[in-house]
T-cell receptor
Framework: NAGVTQTPKFRILKIGQSMTLQCTQD?????MYWYRQDPGMGLKLIYY???????DKGEVPNGYNVSRSTTEDFPLRLELAAPSQTSVYFC???????????FGSGTRLTVV | AQKITQTQPGMFVQEKEAVTLDCTYD???????LFWYKQPSSGEMIFLIY??????QNATEGRYSLNFQKARKSANLVISASQLGDSAMYFC?????????????FGQGTRLTINP
């Protein structure tokens, strides 16, 4: 039971670099989400998807892009990394719109 | 305005005591859901309990119960017979509406420490 798998677990980026955070789930969930958690804060929604080919912005989408070409995968792209994007990033999925999420273990990103 | 407010940055409780973590929310949507998540020091997010706005009874899951007071817009988490393993950050979260994606708004969290 892999659940939601995020890679990498840790990454240090230089300002202006790009990277993709990978997220894969094996539960055939329709809904997938990306959140960021800044130190001492709750999570904020970056992007979400209700199914393959459908994505939409959350509360803090600036500086990020996503795609959902398959049900399983929901990668998050940072094009020009900035220090403000230093955070822990969580991917999550859910079967429907009512039950709790299954979260990945998170990616700790530092931009220097 | 804050949609989810957790007023207790930290709480310290003796092992085996019950503990209540406060959460108040703000919404004008009659259809909403309230969630509690646990985040241990290892960092993962663990779903604990859910309460829908139309649910007549308070939700319970093992040692966790949700004290839902709709008129006061509060959704406090009660942990009975606390254990050392309950030490963690606890987040209250809300979604508005029951259709479509489950977009959650999180509070800032409460750090719970269980003392032996």
């Amino acid at each position: 039971n892999a659940g939601v798998t995020q890679t990498p677990k840790f990454r240090i980026l230089k300002i202006g670099q790009s990277m993709t955070l990978q997220c894969t789930q094996d539960m055939n969930h329709n809904y997938m989400y990306w959140y960021r958690q800044d130190p001492g804060m709750g999570l904020k929604l970056i992007y979400y998807s209700v199914g393959a080919g459908i994505t939409d912005k959350g509360e803090v989408p600036n500086g990020y892009n996503v795609s959902r070409s398959t049900t399983e995968d929901f990668p998050l792209r940072l094009e020009l990394a900035a220090p403000s994007q230093t955070s822990v990033y969580f991917c999550a999925s859910s079967w429907d719109s009512l039950n709790g999420y299954t979260f990945g273990s998170g990616t700790r990103l530092t931009v220097v | 305005a804050q949609k989810i407010t957790q007023t207790q940055p930290g709480m310290f409780v003796q092992e085996k005591e019950a503990v209540t973590l406060d959460c108040t929310y703000d919404t004008s949507d009659p259809s909403y859901g309230l969630f509690w998540y646990k985040q241990p020091s290892s960092g993962e997010m663990i779903f604990l309990i859910y309460q829908g706005s139309y649910d007549q009874q308070n939700a319970t899951e093992g040692r966790y119960s949700l004290n839902f007071q709709k008129a006061r817009k509060s959704a406090n988490l009660v942990i009975s017979a606390s254990q050392l393993g309950d030490s963690a950050m606890y987040f209250c979260a809300m979604r508005e509406g029951f259709q479509g994606a489950q977009k959650l708004v999180f509070g800032q969290g409460t750090r719970l420490t269980i003392n032996p």
